[in-house]
């Protein structure tokens, strides 16, 4: 049997990628609570994984204002700068690939994560039907202020000086965080955008943020090592708009005009149903998009070798599968089972569930 194309080379703009397989940026919560650096186990736990033809990294908030959730590491200090180069290196030492997920929550957040206590900031003064982790408990998020049309300036520079830092760190690109419901997406969504001046209302208003954000990205990156990632129709943290597939469809057509390395889509609900609502169409979204695509959520092996056997994706992300399955790639290759991971490890802690799942060769030795 011929070797199926997923597990064959491909280029995502400057990237080469060993196979098709993606690592989806994964929320852990292990960074260290003085200064959100990642540190050793982050080493070690990106290390495991170099198999993936890309490792997206787990969403790091660009500025103190972006974060959103405790324990989450950053992109903005010289310590995280440091403690991301040791990840990078380990990664590139293992023949792999990764990119850094760039975060702004917007009002995915709460006053307690908040320099000075603040509310977070959102394109408009509404509170998000969310929940966050604060490291005792999780709570509704807090009500956000409006950024005052002065500010967004600082904001897309706050992005700017994060992916300087990234190049610092070593890695081999970014991938913006456009989806689930966080800053970009929140600009996007008439659920969440209010405004009146010229960041909201029209679609081409609703985007203009997200162009901004890429625009400053690139300009740093260059196009051919800039990822994006978009939810299109999901609802994660609360998020909706009234007429999604027009303003995805804008934003696709805004995102071939740069002529990004990729578009990772989530297609279908964050972690859940891919089933869609009536009128609302990914393959349309997809058919729009002139690069290199790579598909996310709930994908099989079989799904993943047809999707890009049959040219519906270039490249697939697989997310909760990668947390149990350091050697993801290879079990997919050999079809080996896969172990099931603990949910009650997902989210803070340390090695236990993080950096102790065994690779095949391994566990059947122990
Ligand atoms: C799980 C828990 C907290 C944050 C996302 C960054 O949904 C996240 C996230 C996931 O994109």
């Given at each position: 049997m011929t070797t199926p194309k997923l597990f064959t080379p491909v280029r995502a703009g400057a990237i080469d990628l060993k196979n098709r397989i993606a690592m989806a940026p994964l929320t852990r919560?292990?960074?260290?609570?003085?200064?959100?650096a990642p540190i050793d186990i982050h080493v070690e736990y990106y290390r495991q994984r170099a198999g993936a033809g890309l490792i997206i990294t787990e969403a790091s908030q660009?500025?103190?204002?972006g974060k959103g959730y405790a324990w989450t590491p950053g992109i903005y200090s010289p310590a995280q700068v440091e403690g991301w180069k040791k990840v990078t290196d380990a990664v590139h030492e293992d023949g792999g690939r990764i990119v850094l997920q760039m975060w702004h929550v917007g009002r995915i957040s709460h006053t307690s994560l908040q320099p000075g206590g603040q509310p977070p900031v959102a394109p408009s003064a509404i509170a998000a039907e969310a929940k966050t982790f604060n490291g005792q408990e999780f709570l509704a998020t807090s009500a956000p202020r409006a950024l005052e049309l002065s500010e967004i300036p600082r904001v897309v520079e706050d992005y700017r000086k994060a992916a300087k830092n990234a190049v610092d760190a070593g890695f081999d690109g970014v991938e913006i965080?456009?989806?689930?419901?966080?800053l970009i997406d929140q600009f996007l969504r008439d659920g969440a955008n209010k405004r009146t001046?010229?960041?909201?209302?029209s679609i081409e208003n609703r985007t203009r943020f997200m162009r901004e954000v890429v625009e400053a990205v690139v300009g740093v990156?260059?196009?051919?090592?800039v990822g994006i990632r978009l939810s299109p129709f999901s609802h994660a943290n609360g998020l909706t708009d009234s007429d999604p597939m027009p303003l995805f469809e804008r934003a696709v057509d805004i995102l071939n005009g740069f002529g990004l390395a990729y578009l990772h889509m989530v297609?279908?609900?964050?972690?859940?149903?891919?089933e869609l609502d009536e009128g609302l169409s990914i393959d349309a979204l997809r058919a729009h998009f002139d690069g290199v695509y790579m598909a996310n959520n709930g994908y099989t092996r079989e799904m993943a070798i047809e999707a890009v056997e049959t040219g519906k994706a270039d490249i697939v992300a697989f997310g909760r599968p990668f947390i149990s399955n350091p050697d993801l790639v290879e079990r997919l290759e050999r079809n080996a089972p896969l172990a099931e991971p603990d949910r009650?490890?997902?989210?803070?802690?340390?090695?236990?569930?993080?950096?102790?799942?065994?690779?095949l060769d391994a566990a059947a030795v122990a």
């Open positions: 919560n292990r960074a260290r609570p003085e200064d959100d660009i500025s103190p204002e965080h456009g989806a689930n419901g966080y001046d010229e960041y909201g209302g990156w260059g196009a051919d090592r297609e279908g609900q964050t972690g859940g149903s891919r009650a490890t997902f989210y803070g802690g340390g090695v236990q569930g993080y950096t102790d799942y065994p690779t």
